[in-house]
Each structure stands twice: as structure tokens, then as C-alpha cells.
């Protein structure tokens, strides 16, 4: 039987499963920022997924009708490929696997497979209508729980456009040395969005878009942060780089600082030609960084600091 269990532990979200989907024990481990791999699916192109799954039920219809290996090995290559591209894919691949080894494939899983797409596209649609309405900061307020309560009587949603909770196998144990929490073995993708969302409601940990990348980001530390600390492909993130950026964007605006940091490098340059010593040097930095004061809070005009930056 194969084996994938997901569970949530501090500001983090495991997964481990059996990668040969047989041995019935974990053998393989991810660690991923907490809610990180439902936003990451939330923001998948169905187009960059979808040929890969209708691929694979296109194989097992022929190995399924033809009884050719080839068509079965195909298709665990590219259920496989489609795993390697998101962790959510990679239940998928096991229950194939499984049924694969044990020779049970069945005409109508390729159906199953044939309607995925469909129904992936929609609970994405429905999970991300969940993360506006009800955890999104910004437009909805802190109030998780409140917001819910809103939005669902009891555990279904009042407009059907919104995710709809089901019953999912979640169980209770061991999840790292000396802890102990709630445990999903998933049976489909669904059940990994299910609880996801439903640790958002129980921790009342809200979203908002990061002001750098736009992205949604779980506010797990300071209910002001502005910037998000997801993976990305640069390697570089947002909350490290994106103060600077601001920063750096917002001086390349001001008329004020580009006058004064132009005499600045030319003044220095005089320290290394010998026009000027380190003391004067001193003395009129400090004097600059007055002027330049008074020209912020407007009690000079920029052209009378600039004049004064040109006689000082």
C-alpha cells in the first residue's frame, strides 16, 4: 500500500511518503514554508499541467485496450513528471504506481484522470475565491474565523462559488521528535487544499498580497509585513530585497538627494587629488546634510539648495 501523509508544526508544512509507493513506510521527506504548497498551486497555469494528465489517460486507455507495457511506462514517466512539478501531483503518481505493480489498472481510472482537469480548475477557482473572502487582510479584515462564519452555514458555503469542505482522512500522531498533530492521508488532490485551508481558518492566520511581487503571502509574524519570504525563481526574496528596491526607487526620485549626492562624490574626489583635507571634507558634509534638511522640510527651495551646494 503506499503511503503520503501531510501535517502542519509551527510555521511550516511535511510531507512524506514511500517514493516506490509500496513499502507502506515514509521514505521520503519535503519541508515547504507553512500554506506554501497550496499558493504555489493556486498559481499553476492549467496549461502548463493539463496536456501532462491528458497524456497520461491517453496511455492507460491504450494499455488498458492493447495490453502494451510501453503505454503503461509512459504513463507512469509522465505521471511522474507531473509530481516532480508540484507536490500535490505526487499522490497521484503513487496510487498509479501501486496499481501498476499489482496489475489492477482499470479502463475507468483513465476516465478519472480524463476528468482531473476540469475539476482541478475549479477547485482552484473556489480556493482562491476562499482566500479574497475570507483570509485576504486587506480586503476582508483579520477576523478569520468571523469571516467564515459569514460565509458558511455549518460546513457548507452560502454561494456555491466558494470551496466547499468535505469529510477528509486526517488522523492523529507523531509528526517529529517528541510532537504530536493532526496527520492527512490524502485520497486526492482536494483533500491536500481542504486542509490546507481549513489550518488558515483553525490558526486564523490571514493572507495578503505581497507589495513587491503581488503574490499571496500567510502573515505568520508581524500583522504589518508588506512583503512576502516565498520561494522564488531568483532565489532572492521579496522581504530582503524589496525595502532596498523601495528604498533605492524613492531616492532616484528625490531632486534633492540625486544634487546632493552629485557634489558629494565630487568633493570626495578632491580628498584623493589633494584639493581637499578629510576635515573640510567633514566639516562641509555636515553642513550639506543641514541644508539638504531644510530643503526636505521645505524651509529652502531645491534651486537655493542647489546654489548653495554649488558657492559652499
Request: proline fraction near 5%; include cysteine.
Amino acid at each position: 500500500m503506499w503511503t503520503f501523509k501531510m501535517f502542519f508544526q509551527d510555521d511550516g508544512e511535511f510531507f512524506e511518503y514511500d517514493p516506490f509507493g509500496m513499502e507502506g513506510a515514509a521514505g521520503t521527506e519535503k519541508a515547504l514554508p507553512f500554506l506554501e504548497s497550496l499558493l504555489s498551486f493556486l498559481e499553476l497555469d492549467p496549461t502548463d499541467w493539463k496536456p501532462l494528465v491528458q497524456q497520461a489517460a491517453s496511455d492507460l486507455e491504450q494499455f488498458t485496450s492493447t495490453g502494451d507495457a510501453a503505454y503503461s511506462d509512459h504513463m507512469m514517466q509522465t505521471l511522474g513528471e507531473l509530481g516532480a512539478r508540484h507536490i500535490y501531483f505526487q499522490p497521484l503518481y503513487l496510487r498509479y504506481f501501486e496499481r501498476r505493480i499489482t496489475k489492477s489498472l482499470e479502463p475507468q481510472m483513465a476516465e478519472k484522470l480524463r476528468l482531473l482537469p476540469e475539476q482541478l480548475t475549479a477547485y482552484q477557482k473556489q480556493a482562491q475565491i476562499f482566500l479574497e473572502r475570507i483570509l485576504d487582510i486587506d480586503q476582508v479584515g483579520r477576523e478569520v474565523r468571523q469571516n467564515t462564519k459569514a460565509s458558511y452555514f455549518f460546513d457548507q458555503p452560502r454561494d456555491d462559488s466558494l470551496f466547499r469542505f468535505d469529510p477528509i482522512p486526517v488522523s492523529f500522531g507523531v509528526i517529529s521528535d517528541g510532537g504530536c498533530g493532526e496527520i492527512l492521508y490524502p485520497n486526492t488532490i482536494r483533500d491536500l487544499i481542504d486542509f490546507s485551508l481549513r489550518e488558515c481558518v483553525k490558526r486564523e492566520i490571514p493572507v495578503r498580497r505581497c507589495r513587491n511581487c503581488g503574490r499571496y503571502f500567510p502573515i505568520t509574524g508581524r500583522i504589518t509585513a508588506e512583503y512576502c519570504s516565498r520561494p522564488s525563481a531568483s532565489g532572492k526574496l521579496c522581504r530582503s530585497t524589496a525595502p532596498v528596491q523601495k528604498w533605492a526607487e524613492s531616492r532616484r526620485s528625490d531632486k534633492a538627494f540625486q544634487e546632493y549626492r552629485r557634489e558629494y562624490k565630487r568633493r570626495f574626489a578632491w580628498i584623493k587629488a589633494g584639493k581637499l583635507t578629510e576635515e573640510q571634507f567633514a566639516a562641509w558634509h555636515k553642513a550639506a546634510k543641514a541644508r539638504k534638511k531644510d530643503c526636505d522640510r521645505e524651509i529652502i527651495s531645491l534651486d537655493e539648495f542647489k546654489s548653495w551646494l554649488k558657492d559652499s
